[in-house]
């Protein structure tokens, strides 16, 4: 039996991606070799890089001021190679702390150069998203992370800021609506709404890169990525190819706007459900409540036994909450159907 994946990630991805990246394992477009075996440097593999890319422009209604990269070493790297390309030496950049993966990012960007926390919800055990603070132009850029997978949380709105404006999308990129070109560079690990684990998707506005005056290793400088269409060393062919999948399922199905729609649809019939039902309650602020991971917890916990029997015996996967925070956590991205969300609603009720 197929199971309901809730899983934070790796996570759930359309049947039909499944299905076409299996069939690119045994034989890939019918040339007799594995996806797996084939040369990056084929023109069978660059005509997918190159539509990989192409079609996050076209999802993002982003012009050619921006180039698309794929690359290793996952949101994590990222932390890193940010401040390294943006920051200048004698600069300083701003960010947000809104969760454990925003923490990571400001500890590896500490390691670079002046960092100010400007906002954080660390002393509530990151249970909102601050918004009373502003960014002026003293700072090379301004960094944010959009959703919080382990807490729950997501920004609903983006702040105008003086400088540069980056965001770590990884738990809900393609899943809303939004102005993409605010953002000056985007970066977002594959494995939620995109792909397998191994590959990072960046977006980044070419004229910003080349300013720090650093002199940066090879691998960590963007602007050698962009000069080499992705392909500075062998990228993660496979996880490639199944986000150029994912996205072009998505392109199909409506884009963006039909993501957004059914998400907003889940969220609902899950959050109605932790508000009605007198043996759950929600975690994150209401406002700021995420329509990609949603953390939850029993109101009394003599019921977990029961709970947890009731979920698992539904075919449910994935919903234990993550060690930080306890509790249940269910993600429910682009690819999670709504029939899912319901098999796991009825599971609430009844327990009640």
């Known amino acids: 039996m197929k199971k309901h994946n809730f899983s934070a990630g790796p996570s759930i991805l359309p049947q039909e991606v499944f299905k076409k990246a299996s069939e690119a394992i045994l034989d890939f477009n019918g040339m007799g070799l594995s996806l797996l075996e084939i040369s990056h440097r084929s023109k069978e593999f660059v005509a997918v890089m190159d539509e990989a890319r192409a079609i996050v422009k076209r999802l993002m209604n982003l012009g050619d001021d921006y180039e698309v990269l794929y690359l290793q070493g996952g949101a994590s790297l990222q932390f890193l190679m940010t401040p390294m390309n943006l920051l200048t030496e004698n600069g300083k950049a701003a960010y947000t702390d809104t ?68 965001c770590d999308m990884s738990s809900d990129i393609f899943s ?55 392909m500075l ?27 957004e729609a059914k998400n907003e649809a889940k969220a609902k019939l899950l959050y109605d459900e932790i508000d009605n039902n007198p043996l759950f309650e929600g975690y994150a602020a209401k406002e700021d409540r995420s329509l990609m991971n949603v953390s939850f917890k029993l109101t009394d916990e003599s019921k977990k036994e029961a709970f947890d029997a009731a979920w698992k015996a539904a075919g449910i996967s994935g919903l234990n909450g993550h060690r930080n925070l306890g509790g249940y956590r269910a993600s429910i991205y682009n690819a999670m159907p709504i029939e899912s969300v319901q098999v796991l609603v009825d599971v609430m009720k009844n327990l009640a």
Request: with cysteine; glycine share 10%; hydrophobic share 35%.
């Open 99 to 166: 969760g454990t993966w925003a923490a990571g990012a400001i500890k590896e960007a500490k390691k670079v150069g002046n960092i100010d926390v400007v906002g954080s919800s660390k002393e509530d055990n990151y249970s909102y998203i601050p918004k009373d603070y502003k960014v002026g132009a003293d700072y090379d850029y301004f960094h944010c992370t959009s959703n919080n997978t382990i807490y729950g949380t997501q920004m609903k709105s983006f702040p105008e800021v003086d400088t540069l404006m980056v």
């Open 176 to 230: 809303r609506q939004l102005d993409f070109s605010k953002f000056d560079l985007i970066y977002a690990g594959a494995q939620k709404n995109m792909g397998p684990a191994g590959a990072v998707l960046v977006v980044v506005k070419k004229d910003i890169l080349g300013k720090t005056g650093r002199n940066l290793p090879s691998y960590l400088d963007l602007g050698l990525h962009i000069a080499k269409e992705s």
């Open 233 to 259: 060393n062998t990228p993660p062919v496979f996880p490639v190819y199944v986000s150029y999948l994912t996205l072009k399922h998505l392109e199909e199905n409506g884009g963006i706007a039909a993501a």
